[in-house]
């Protein structure tokens, strides 16, 4: 009964290691697209705070953009919309991103293996110009790609809209 146990272990082990090694390639090159993908997203972020976004790098063509902003919430966005909002709040406020950007490996969602797409984490910084009021919002966002390595969906998740808010409105004390 003893040996029994020990081969079925060994042969338990031995196939651990394989289906490991089988794998391996798979998650090279899921991880060589998701750091290039981390690149893009570092660059779009910085690209956004500089208030200068080549969308054509950026995005796909059909991309889709879905926000927690009030009014937008369940709305797809496409990208001719995303420059409207990006230039009316660029002519109100400054953005800046607080160090550092937390960038994790999404993943899908049948297979819970990675998949090149990419979930951040980060405080975006708010700044009204007219009166250099600013607020802290703590953001979630998710970027899933296409073949080229262009944003094909983009989320983002953050209390933009009370945000903006307190920075225009006179809170009681």
Not at 117 to 122: C, G, H, I, L, T
Request: glycine residues 4%; proline residues 2%; hydrophobic residues 35%.
């Amino acid at each position: 009964m003893k040996k029994i146990i020990y081969i079925s272990i060994s042969l338990l082990i031995i196939s651990a290691c394989n289906e490991e090694n089988s794998t391996k390639g798979n998650d090279d090159k899921s991880e060589d697209i998701f750091n290039k993908n981390c690149e893009t997203v570092q660059d779009y972020v910085k690209s956004f705070c500089a208030e200068n976004i080549d969308y054509d790098k950026f995005y796909a063509e059909n991309a889709i953009i879905r926000g927690t902003t009030l009014g937008e919430f369940n709305m797809e966005l496409n990208i001719e919309d995303r420059k409207i909002a990006h230039k009316q709040m660029w002519e109100k406020y400054d953005f800046s991103v607080l160090e550092p950007l937390n960038i994790l490996p999404g993943v899908n969602a049948e297979t819970k293996k990675m998949d090149g797409s990419a979930r951040m984490y980060a405080n975006l910084k708010v700044t009204l110009t007219e009166n250099q009021k600013s607020i802290t919002i703590p953001m979630y966002e998710s970027y899933d790609f296409d073949e080229n390595g262009k944003i094909q969906l983009f989320q983002y998740f953050g209390d933009f809209t009370a945000a903006l808010l307190s920075l225009e409105e006179e809170l009681p004390e």
